[in-house]
């Protein structure tokens, strides 16, 4: 089973999505039962609080199931050791996780975008109120990365 964590900011717009939008298309593969997948945030802000609305409108609208009792968790140094793939939705949040995970041996740590070749960063929501271009983003690079983790 590979273990993924999802990471943004606060835990309430991105990686949330990003945790629902795999887990869905990982159950639309058949594949559901190969993952465990979670999500949280490299700030303390948000802990506690659920999925931001516009966020869960956004998921409701391209029917993606999702967790209504979903809440924001930090990012803790165990979870090092928990998860294979820690990905981080933007360089933001690379920098930050760092200081809570110094050290990544293993490779585990990556930016959302490079599973689709890019190097760019999936744009905050919260700040743009872009949540449909956000949402393509995640798509695109959870698509790509379920391809290549099924080899």
């Known amino acids: 089973m590979t273990k993924l964590l999802f990471v943004c900011h606060g835990n309430i717009c991105r ?5 629902f939008i ?7 593969y058949g594949m559901a039962e190969h993952f465990y997948v979670e999500s949280a945030a490299v700030s303390t802000e948000e802990i506690g609080c659920g999925i931001y609305p516009p966020a869960r409108r956004c998921l409701t609208q391209h029917g993606v199931p999702f967790d209504n009792a979903k809440t924001a968790r930090q990012v803790t140094r165990q979870d090092y050791a928990k998860f294979d793939r820690i990905i981080c939705m933007d360089s933001s949040n690379l920098r930050r996780i760092r200081c809570i995970i110094p050290d990544d041996p293993e490779g585990k740590i990556h930016l959302m975008m490079s599973y689709t070749g890019s190097g ?13 271009t956000t949402f393509q983003d995640i798509l695109n690079a959870c698509q790509a990365m379920l391809s290549q983790l099924q080899g």
């Open 120 to 132: 760019r960063d999936v744009a905050d929501p919260w700040y743009t109120g872009d949540f449909e």
């Open 22 to 28: 795999f887990k869905a298309l990982a159950n639309a």
């Open 15 to 19: 990686s949330p999505m990003a945790e």
